[in-house]
């Protein structure tokens, strides 16, 4: 293995949200009156934490999201998930070979803990990621693009970060991960493979990923 570490984004790469997740966003900012389609949420909310949302609109727009905006946008999320959320086709097996192997991992997500653990419980992944493998973007001052996420979970975990690999689907990952000094795969099955150029690495099907990083 030429990894001390592997770590995984949430969001598109363990658990399939971002369709989800990107369609009640679009929904309910246009709902507020900031006109949004499900390509445009893509585009520059996929992999960012939630005050990007925040910060985008205001910028654009000069007007603030009411205070209320994420506490209603995670209830109507958590309330999807239940219903629809499934894990990436292929993960259950990339982390038996990684767990076989005595490959250490974790998850940086630019989600919230609540938001992690809700996803994780829905599809069965929880039993891969105890407390100790579980990092957010709420740990941190920024998010993703920045790479202070990736570096927390890197010292938290013990390795250094140029023995870290990241596992990412969003540009905006990519971008943390490269700061970080750390390799990133970059999972193209939403990404077009030309928004993720800075990864060292692309693939397109998760199932490849444990072979990939022998």
Not at 4 to 10: A, C, G, T
Not at 131 to 145: I, L, N, T
Not at 157 to 174: I, T
Request: hydrophobic residues 40%.
């Amino acid at each position: 293995m030429r990894y001390d570490l592997v770590i995984f984004d949430n969001d598109g790469v363990l658990v399939d949200s971002e369709p989800i997740s990107n369609q009640l966003l679009a929904a309910y900012l246009t709902e507020l009156g900031h006109p949004t389609t499900y390509e445009d949420s893509i585009r520059d909310y996929m992999g960012s934490a939630m005050h990007r949302v925040h910060d985008l609109i205001l910028e654009r727009t000069g007007r603030r999201l009411p205070e209320d905006f994420d506490e209603v946008f995670h209830a109507r999320v958590f309330a999807a998930f239940e219903r629809e959320l499934r894990p990436v086709p292929g993960v259950t097996g990339v982390l038996e070979k990684l767990a076989a192997d005595g490959v250490p991992y974790c998850v940086a997500s630019s989600g919230s803990h609540e938001r992690i653990r809700v996803g994780h419980r829905t599809t069965g992944l929880d039993r891969w990621f105890e407390e100790g493998r579980v990092f957010s973007s709420e740990d941190v001052g920024r998010g993703k693009p920045a790479p202070d996420l990736f570096l927390y979970a890197a010292e938290r975990m013990g390795v250094a970060p140029e023995r870290c690999v990241v596992v990412e689907d969003s540009p905006l990952g990519v971008q943390a991960a490269v700061a970080a000094g750390m390799d990133v795969y970059g999972f193209t099955a939403m990404t077009p493979a030309a928004r993720l150029a800075g990864a060292s690495q692309l693939f397109s099907d998760l199932g490849e990923l444990a072979d990939l990083l022998i």
